[in-house]
């Protein structure tokens, strides 16, 4: 089972940045990969994927924000979040999973996460 560790979250104020990154434990060259976050009392919830040829895709909420990239050299997916707001508040996390068209299906393999708060 492939590993995943998350970092780079921390406190930010409003309309602040942070980059994130997740280093897998094998080679992601071939997978497609996402992150995740969830909030105090949510779910968790996919906010961005990047697929084998480099394809993206965002939810709506983090769409012109967010960006999502990958460095395969690493084994290393990144999240790089501008513009951030209070509601972006969460814990994120990164996964590795697979792709059918432009859906992506989760794979059970979760890191720690990382927090990342967002003061008003």
């Known amino acids: 089972q492939v590993q995943l560790v998350e970092s780079g979250g921390g406190l930010v104020q409003a309309g602040g940045s942070l980059r994130l990154s997740c280093v897998a434990s094998?080679?992601?060259?071939?997978?497609?990969l996402a992150w995740y976050r969830q909030a105090p009392g949510e779910q968790r919830e996919l906010i961005a994927t990047i697929f084998s040829d480099d394809r993206t895709d965002y939810k709506h909420f983090v769409k012109g924000r967010f960006i999502i990239s990958r460095d395969n050299a690493k084994n290393t997916v990144y999240l790089q979040m501008n513009s951030l707001k209070p509601e972006d508040t969460a814990v994120y996390y990164c996964?590795?999973?697979?792709?059918?068209?432009?859906?992506?299906?989760?794979?059970?393999?979760w890191g720690q996460g990382t927090q990342v708060t967002v003061s008003s």
């Open positions: 996964n590795i999973g697979g792709s059918i068209g432009n859906y992506y299906y989760p794979s059970k393999s």
């Open positions: 094998r080679i992601i060259s071939q997978d497609a």
